[in-house]
Structures are given as C-alpha cells and as structure tokens.
C-alpha cells in the first residue's frame, strides 16, 4: 500500500465531512435536525454505548468531532465538551450547529496524535470511529493516556474485523463482483435495480479503471468510508486490548450490522435478526477503559 500521510487523511475528511450528505434541507437547523434523527435511527446503539447523561460536570473530550451530533448529546446533558479535530471543516460545522441549538462547547483544530492539551486535562474521553483511519493509531493512544486525568475514562469505536461487514461483504463479495462495475452503465443500474449507494459505486467504477490492482490493505481502506478513503484499518478483540494494553478494565464488545447493504436481502430481515447479527459480528467494534489511578505517565511508558 502506498505511504499515507496525515495530510492524506486531512484532506480527505476535510472535503467530505462525516455524515454531511445524508440531508438535503436547506434551513441549517433542519438540515442538522434530519441528521441526527438519521444518525440515531440508523446507528439506534450510540446512545446506549455513549452513555451521554453520565458526564454531567465532567470535563469530556471527542476526538474527531466531525459534524458535531455526538458532541451536542454531552454538552446538552451538561458536560463541559472539548471537540478535537483534524480538519477546520469539521470544527466550522460543530461550531455552527452548538451556536444554532444555543449549547455551549469547546473545539481545537489539531493532530490526535499530538494532542495540544495539557497532561491530565479530561475526565473523560470519546472517540467514535476516528482512531483507525489514523496512520498512527498507538499514537493517539499514548496521548489519550496522557490528557486522562488518572481514574478517567474512555469509550472509543474502532472498525471491527471479526465482523460480516470485513469478512463477507468487504473481502469476499465485493472482490467477487467487482468487475461488474467495469462497464461505464453499470454503477447506475446496480444503483436503481439494488437501491445501492450510487455514489460509491461510481466512485469504485473509477477505481477499478484507474487501480485494477490493489493490496488487502488498499482494498480495505476504499470499502470503508467511500471509495476514495485513503486509510483505514480493523481491529479484532486481541488487537484492541493490545492496543490500550496500559489501561485498565477494558473490555470490548461489538455493535451493529446494516441491512441496507444488503439490498432487498436487508429489507425483509426483521430488526430481532438486525440486532442479533450486529451483537455478534458487527462492524462497530467498541472499547472500553480507564486510566489507571497511580501509573507513570506515556514519556515513562515509551522508555
């Protein structure tokens, strides 16, 4: 796979801010209304896994604010809310949508993986589907180490290997069927006759033109979050506890399989079987865990 740079990922989300084009309302507060009504219904686990009324007074940190939904729900229950972010984008769109709603929040454009916050700052921090698509995931680990105040917190959601998602749809049935998507008409019929995404499949048609061949790892990384997605990677239970291996009480579990991949397959399966399959190999991979209270700090763990 070709080094990727932090500016590569930058860039990226920096032009196609999370979850922006799923409304097209033009009054900004219905705009963001429809969004997280949709974020909710479709991803109906964030909220139980957020927990966002246990933080009242706390001082809670998101890395990877991206359009601000998540990051709302804690500062409305009353925590005291710092989003961080990579892209000016997405701090621009939290910014607006908390002045809109009249909620009061913090956000600092900069790098997880150097975080510009003082050791010790948070008591808490969130991080949904941010941290994997990162060219130096351990990084921002050691650094959520270090902003932790000891006995803090965390809840962050990695993308799950051991799910249907990976092993299925990204590596076995999209591999397959490729070359389908070859000729020019092709991702505008599988999009109306299978009510597929056909901005994704356009975008694979000009991928499978222009980048016949691809490593596992490039594969992986266009079938995630679209197909021009520079970078992203999948954990397993081992790898996430290897990953926060200085924490502790961590745990992991899984959420979350969306039917709507599956076409018409997806729409006769009642939600009992939906909920069912994402409990048990979902694509949301969550980690759980806390901050030690008497441990030495990252610069002590590197030595």
Same mark, same amino acid.
């Given at each position: 796979?070709?080094?990727?740079?932090?500016? /590569?990922?930058?860039?990226?989300?920096?032009?196609?801010?999370?979850?922006?084009?799923?409304?097209?309302?033009?009054?900004?507060?219905?705009?963001?209304?429809?969004?997280?009504?949709?974020?909710?219904?479709?991803?109906?686990?964030?909220?139980?896994?957020?927990?966002?009324?246990?933080?009242?007074?706390?001082?809670?940190?998101?890395?990877?604010?991206?359009?601000?939904?998540?990051?709302?729900?804690?500062?409305?229950?009353?925590?005291?809310?710092?989003?961080?972010?990579?892209?000016?984008?997405?701090?621009?769109?939290?910014?607006?949508?908390?002045?809109?709603?009249?909620?009061?929040?913090?956000?600092?454009?900069?790098?997880?993986?150097?975080?510009?916050?003082?050791?010790?700052?948070? !008591?808490?921090?969130?991080?949904?589907?941010?941290?994997?698509?990162?060219? /130096?995931?351990?990084?921002?680990?050691?650094?959520?180490?270090?902003?932790?105040?000891?006995?803090?917190?965390?809840?962050?959601?990695?993308?799950?290997?051991?799910?249907?998602?990976?092993?299925?749809?990204?590596?076995?049935?999209?591999?397959?069927?490729?070359?389908?998507?070859?000729?020019?008409?092709?991702?505008?019929?599988?999009?109306?006759?299978?009510?597929? /995404?056909?901005?994704?499949?356009?975008?694979?048609?000009?991928?499978?033109?222009?980048?016949?061949?691809?490593?596992?790892?490039?594969?992986?990384?266009?079938?995630?979050?679209?197909?021009?997605?520079?970078?992203?990677?999948?954990? !397993?239970?081992?790898?996430?506890?290897?990953?926060?291996?200085?924490?502790?009480?961590?745990?992991? !579990?899984?959420?979350?399989?969306?039917?709507?991949?599956?076409?018409?397959?997806?729409?006769?399966?009642?939600?009992?079987?939906?909920?069912?399959?994402?409990?048990?190999?979902?694509?949301?991979?969550?980690?759980?865990?806390?901050?030690?209270?008497?441990?030495?700090?990252?610069? /002590?763990?590197?030595?």
């Amino acid at each position: 796979m070709p080094h990727i740079s932090i500016s /590569d990922v930058q860039a990226f989300w920096n032009a196609n801010p999370c979850n922006s084009r799923y409304s097209n309302q033009t009054d900004r507060k219905a705009y963001f209304d429809e969004l997280e009504q949709r974020r909710y219904r479709v991803e109906w686990h964030i909220p139980i896994v957020a927990q966002f009324d246990r933080f009242k007074d706390k001082d809670v940190l998101e890395i990877g604010c991206g359009m601000g939904c998540d990051g709302l729900q804690f500062a409305r229950h009353g925590a005291r809310y710092t989003g961080l972010d990579l892209t000016l984008a997405a701090i621009e769109i939290s910014r607006e949508r908390f002045s809109l709603y009249g909620v009061s929040g913090h956000f600092k454009n900069g790098n997880a993986e150097e975080m510009p916050f003082e050791d010790n700052s948070f !008591d808490h921090i969130y991080s949904f589907g941010v941290i994997h698509v990162s060219p /130096d995931t351990p990084a921002i680990v050691k650094q959520m180490y270090r902003v932790l105040r000891p006995g803090g917190t965390f809840t962050v959601m990695v993308y799950n290997k051991t799910s249907i998602n990976y092993y299925i749809e990204i590596m076995f049935l999209r591999k397959l069927f490729r070359w389908l998507l070859y000729p020019a008409f092709m991702p505008r019929l599988l999009s109306k006759v299978f009510g597929l /995404d056909y901005y994704a499949l356009k975008g694979h048609h000009e991928l499978l033109r222009t980048h016949p061949k691809m490593s596992n790892a490039e594969w992986l990384s266009r079938n995630t979050d679209g197909p021009y997605c520079p970078y992203a990677k999948v954990y !397993d239970e081992k790898g996430v506890l290897e990953l926060f291996k200085d924490f502790e009480d961590v745990r992991t !579990d899984v959420w979350y399989f969306e039917p709507s991949h599956w076409s018409f397959i997806g729409k006769m399966m009642p939600m009992r079987l939906v909920k069912f399959l994402g409990r048990h190999w979902g694509w949301h991979r969550m980690v759980y865990g806390r901050k030690p209270l008497n441990r030495p700090q990252t610069s /002590d763990l590197q030595s």
